[in-house]
């Protein structure tokens, strides 16, 4: 009796052991165009967020992260790769990213993870509705993926190695949801930690489309408009809020499911939770929709990183300028495995943990070619620019564009270029984007030029096309 109990009190030391030398689980929860001011938490009296709120409570919120790069592939392909766009050659949608790419998948894959993609994709190129073949998947083995649709509650995916075109059940999001808790689930009971992605399309517009259980909880509601919405669009604004708001509060519903899951199968400790966005919605301020416009409202982006095992559960609030090219390295470095020689971004993991100091004084914003939805006929153009702990600066192919105070200016009215009294601040921000430029190696030269370079074949609009239809699935006539 004795050497059984002896046998089974070893058995237990070594299952402890294991699982406390466990490299931690990931869980990346990434949305489309949620702006980093439109949560409970950033201070949003408008939504309803409960589950994000707690979230928050519990993780590091990382308040000045950006989109350097506002658009949804240029994005999707830095926080793969870790490059910036130039690099990777993805600075404008719809374009493959190289399956060469040394990416994040890849590498966790090579460090014994088991790897996961849900939901929406958008580097692959090949059509918004095409299937996606295990070779173009960038090393993720489950595969329940689109490469793009916003018709949530008729959404296609492809599954598996099989080609057949699916749909799922309902509003998407709630039923990726679903299959993402069925992946945890069984990743619970095997011994290699897993790498999962959660893609979700929403609450990227068509905004009224959320399920009216969601859409009722604002139909009645005052808003608070921005300062910076004209006038003559607070109307539309109203009502877009209304959808917008009721995609993010049914996607905070299933944060919520996927978070009590974690805790039901006493995974939540060693589980890094990542809630973030491609990039924002401008929603009408600056008189404008959508995003690649370098205001706050398009590059300014949520990000909260949960990881009880290193970062405990008190919530913190982190000032550090995190990049979509560092997210990468910032989450190999917390899972210590090695950065890949390829990668461009910071590695922030040591000043998450509060063991390393932040050197980090500004970052950059660009956009290396206008398109699509912010083409040059609806105002578009190229630019560089940096931003601080307090400002943003911003130059387009003419020279400075853009200076704005965002602590004494947070809806940026006030633009300070060529205000005498901040030459010698605008010189120095000048001189600190050169920097950046350098470093880059990022000639600044026309959009043009990269289209040429990297030989994308783009329409009368200068802009990549796609099997366009509408959101009844009929062909588009423009």
Request: hydrophobic residues 30%.
């Amino acid at each position: 009796m004795k050497t059984y109990f002896s046998f089974a009190l070893l058995f237990l030391s070594l299952n402890n052991i294991h699982a406390q030398n466990k490299k931690p689980n990931i869980l990346y929860i990434l949305v489309d165009q949620w702006r980093a001011s439109a949560i409970g938490y950033a201070g949003d009296k408008n939504v309803i967020s409960p589950n994000l709120d707690r979230l928050a409570s519990e993780s590091i919120n990382l308040k000045n992260a950006i989109s350097g790069t506002p658009v949804c592939t240029p994005h999707r392909a830095s926080l793969m790769t870790g490059q910036y766009p130039l690099t990777n050659g993805v600075f404008m949608n719809d374009v493959l990213l190289d399956t060469n790419n040394i990416t994040i998948a890849k590498v966790y894959k090579n460090n014994n993870y088991t790897t996961g993609f849900v939901g929406k994709w958008h580097i692959d190129g090949h059509g918004r509705n095409s299937y996606i073949p295990p070779t173009r998947r960038q090393g993720f083995s489950f595969w329940m993926a689109n490469e793009c649709s916003h018709d949530y509650n008729n959404s296609p995916y492809y599954t598996g190695e099989s080609n057949k075109k699916m749909i799922w059940n309902g509003y998407d999001a709630i039923a990726q949801t679903e299959d993402v808790i069925k992946y945890i689930k069984k990743q619970a009971t095997e011994p290699n930690p897993f790498l999962l992605f959660l893609s979700i399309g929403s609450p990227h517009d068509p905004y009224q489309t959320a399920p009216e259980k969601y859409r009722k909880m604002y139909e009645n509601k005052q808003f608070i408009i921005n300062e910076n919405v004209p006038i003559a669009n607070r109307e539309k604004v109203k009502k877009d809020l209304v959808g917008y708001y009721s995609h993010i509060t049914a996607i905070d519903d299933c944060i919520g499911k996927m978070w009590q899951t974690l805790k039901d199968l006493g995974i939540d400790e060693n589980t890094i939770i990542v809630f973030s966005s491609d990039h924002g919605d401008l929603l009408g301020s600056h008189g404008s929709w959508n995003k690649q416009q370098p205001y706050e409202e398009s590059i300014r982006v949520p990000f909260l990183i949960h990881y009880p095992k290193a970062f405990g559960k008190k919530g913190k609030i982190s000032n550090a300028l995190l990049n979509s090219p560092d997210i990468m390295p910032t989450l190999l470095g917390l899972s210590n495995i090695p950065i890949p020689k390829t990668v461009e971004g910071i590695d922030f993991s040591g000043i998450l943990k509060g063991n390393k100091k932040d050197n980090v004084k500004q970052t950059l914003i660009s956009c290396s070619q206008p398109f699509g939805q912010w083409n040059r006929k609806m105002g578009g153009k190229e630019y560089r620019g940096i931003v601080n702990q307090q400002y943003t600066y911003v130059r387009d192919l003419q020279g400075p564009w853009l200076l704005f105070d965002n602590i004494k200016d947070p809806f940026q009215l006030n633009n300070l270029i060529e205000k005498p009294e901040y030459q010698t601040l605008q010189k120095k921000l000048n001189a600190d984007l050169n920097s950046e430029l350098k470093k880059r190696k990022d000639e600044f030269l026309p959009g043009k030029e990269y289209i040429k370079k990297w030989n994308y074949l783009v329409d009368e609009s200068e802009t990549v096309p796609y099997n366009k239809v509408n959101y009844e699935g009929k062909p588009i006539v423009e």
